[in-house]
């Protein structure tokens, strides 16, 4: 993890604060614009139960997916699926999901498609595009144009350990890449289950090394210190 974190703070290339966008083809470092993903029909399934804490890897399935917005994530084995992504590292899984495109585009910026890609167990928060939206073009445009401020609050976003959503919620706070922005606090569980106050549009996504949260705002670091 201490890997993840000197990259993501050192990166030069300009940056754009999109996490995990998914609908973006194109991809910022190798496989990233390459690997294709299809959700299954499965993906609006409720969470299945393993014991009060959850998978002890954080490791999910397509039928423990849950949330509203799930249902948006294109079905079979089409790009952007459940089935398509969930062979795929978590950047390149991304990559092609329609409710991360803002949030890939910055991955790339940033040249982290690579460093995410290459980590063994995390949980990405990731926030959808109209999180993004709401930030407004004039401040998107600004963090796109400073890495140094935008690698923080990327790093924000990603936990170190891979939780499912029964692990998060018995942890009931998790301490992220970013050290300095303090716990993200998790309230709640199931479809109640909230990120810093943000809420869970689609989560416990399946990747090949991380369980994903796609959540409906922008985390702030600092905002529970």
Do not use: W
């Not at 940033?110 to 995410?116: E, F, P, Q």
């Not at 924000?156 to 919620?169: C, E, F, I, N, T």
């Amino acid at each position: 993890m201490n890997k993840l974190r000197v990259v993501g703070v050192g990166i030069t290339a300009a940056a754009v604060l999109t996490l995990t966008a998914c609908g973006s083809g194109s991809g910022s470092s190798n496989n990233a614009s390459s690997s294709s993903m299809a959700p299954s029909s499965s993906m609006s399934a409720p969470m299945t139960s393993a014991g009060a804490t959850g998978s002890p890897d954080g490791v999910t399935t397509n039928a423990d997916v849950f949330g509203p917005a799930c249902s948006q994530l294109p079905q079979g084995s089409a790009p952007g699926s459940l089935d398509s992504m969930g062979p795929q590292p978590v950047a390149s899984a991304a990559s092609t999901n329609p409710l991360l495109t803002k949030l890939v585009a910055a991955v790339k910026a940033t040249n982290l498609v690579d460093t995410l890609n290459s980590q063994e167990a995390i949980t990405v928060f990731a926030p959808a595009d109209p999180a993004f939206a709401a930030l407004g073009d004039a401040k998107f445009n600004e963090l796109a144009g400073k890495p140094a401020e935008l690698a923080p609050i990327l790093q924000y976003h990603v936990v170190g350990k891979r939780y499912d959503a029964k692990g998060l919620a018995a942890a009931g706070s998790v301490d992220t890449l970013n050290t300095a922005g303090g716990p993200v606090k998790i309230e709640g569980s199931g479809d109640n289950m909230t990120i810093n106050g943000a809420k869970i549009l689609c989560g416990n996504i399946p990747t090949k090394n991380a369980t994903v949260f796609v959540i409906d705002k922008v985390l702030t670091p600092g905002t529970n210190k």
